[in-house]
């Protein structure tokens, strides 16, 4: 049974660029949720899907938007990438929407 | 907005020394759950806590959910090398969403 899948796995990108970035939910969940951790800090949450809609927000920009897919899929899209914008960003997916299946995250250098 | 903290920030114990991390929420939570993440890692789900007074073990870890649903410990006993990392503790609030407290870094050495 394969866990939370993401990709890729590192990325680098310039200021004012766009980027996305996928990830596949464990087998069996329908919930997914998307985070930010900058180094040395704890996750940031950045919203969280449910039967294709975004059914929760954290304290982020409107650059931050997302997509779940029929088959439970998600994608991260953030637009005019500013240099704070480097962190990880972590999926993680669940079947109760509390307990966080996390994935291995993509690392995202904006220069 | 939820704030949760956690203290220390930072600890290194010789292997065998206890530990404890002390995660403090600014309201009140439906629940607490604990995540260790390994130096370049994720965060791994350790376990949830619901009820008031809540303790739950699992090996030689301890969790603590405290009666005013705003504070949680872990306690390690006999710490071992494999047990560095960060520990975070996350509260679910009444607008549930999940927020992470800022981190325990646990440093073992020999």
């Known amino acids: 049974d394969a866990g939370v899948t993401q990709s890729p796995t590192h990325l680098i990108k310039t200021r004012g660029q766009q980027v996305t970035l996928r990830c596949s939910p464990k087998s069996g969940h329908d919930t997914v949720s998307w985070y930010q951790q900058a180094l040395g800090q704890g996750p940031q949450f950045i919203f969280q899907?449910?039967?294709?809609?975004?059914?929760q927000r954290g304290n982020f920009p409107d650059r931050f938007s997302g997509h779940q897919f029929p088959n439970y899929s998600s994608e991260l899209n953030v637009n005019a990438l500013l240099l704070g914008d480097s962190a990880l960003y972590l999926c993680?997916?669940?079947?109760?929407?509390?307990?966080?299946?996390f994935g291995p995250g993509t690392r995202l250098t904006v220069l | 907005g939820q704030q949760v903290m956690q203290i220390p920030q930072y600890q290194h114990v010789q292997e065998g020394e206890d530990f404890t991390t002390y995660c403090n929420s600014s309201?009140?939570?439906?629940?607490i759950q604990w995540y260790k993440q390994r130096p370049g890692g994720h965060p791994v789900f350790l376990i949830q806590l619901v009820k008031s007074g809540e303790v739950k073990k699992q090996k030689r870890l301890t969790f603590q959910f405290g009666e005013a649903k705003k504070n949680s410990s872990l306690h390690i006993t006999a710490t071992q090398t494999t047990d560095v990392g960060t520990y975070f503790c996350?509260?679910?609030?009444?607008?549930?969403?999940?927020?992470f407290g800022t981190g325990t870094r646990l440093q073992v050495t020999l």
């Open positions: 899907y449910y039967e294709e809609e975004e059914r």
């Open positions: 309201t009140t939570l439906s629940n």
């Open positions: 996350a509260g679910l609030g009444t607008a549930s969403k999940l927020t």
């Open positions: 993680a997916s669940s079947f109760d929407k509390m307990t966080q299946y």
